[in-house]
C-alpha cells in the first residue's frame, strides 16, 4: 500500500517519501507540510532573497537598504559600463576597495574582472592610447 499526503503548497497528491520528516519533541515523526519540492523551491527563493543580504554585511559592513540605495543611484546598472544585466547566473557584484575595504559601487561580472586584475590608472591609461591608434 502507498501512503499518499497533499501538498499544502502545490496542492498536489503525492506520495508520503517526497516530504521531508522531522522527529517533535515527544519523539514522534512527522511529514513537513509542503512537499521536498516546494521545500527546494522555497529554500531556493529564501536564498536568493537572504543570503547575499547576509554575505554584503559580513565582507562589506554594508546593509541591504545602503546596497539598494548605491545601486538606485547608479541608475540600476554597472557603475562603469552601464550594463542593466548583470552578465552573469550569480547576482550583481559589490565592488570594494581591498585597502580600505569601503564599498565603491555595484558592477556587471566582466567590469568586475576588470577591475581585479590589479589593472593600474597608468596601464589604463596606456591601454586608451593603444585602442586610439
Not at 23 to 47: H, I
Not at 66 to 95: E, V
Not at 97 to 108: A, D, E, Q, S
Request: with cysteine; aromatic share 10%; net charge positive.
Amino acid at each position: 500500500m502507498v501512503y499518499m499526503k497533499q501538498c499544502k503548497y502545490c496542492k498536489k497528491e503525492k506520495e508520503i517519501h517526497l516530504f521531508t520528516t522531522w522527529v517533535n519533541k515527544y519523539g514522534v515523526e512527522k511529514f513537513l507540510p509542503k512537499c521536498k519540492d516546494c521545500k527546494n523551491e522555497t529554500t531556493r527563493a529564501w536564498r536568493v532573497d537572504n543570503i547575499s543580504a547576509q554575505n554584503r554585511w559580513i565582507r562589506y559592513k554594508i546593509t541591504e537598504t545602503k546596497w539598494w540605495a548605491l545601486f538606485n543611484s547608479q541608475g540600476k546598472c554597472c557603475a562603469i559600463c552601464k550594463s542593466t544585466t548583470p552578465k552573469t547566473s550569480r547576482d550583481w557584484h559589490t565592488d570594494h576597495n581591498p585597502v580600505t575595504k569601503r564599498v565603491r559601487g555595484i558592477l556587471c561580472n566582466d567590469c568586475n574582472h576588470i577591475v581585479h586584475k590589479n589593472i593600474t590608472v597608468e596601464i589604463l591609461s596606456a591601454a586608451i592610447e593603444y585602442l586610439g591608434r
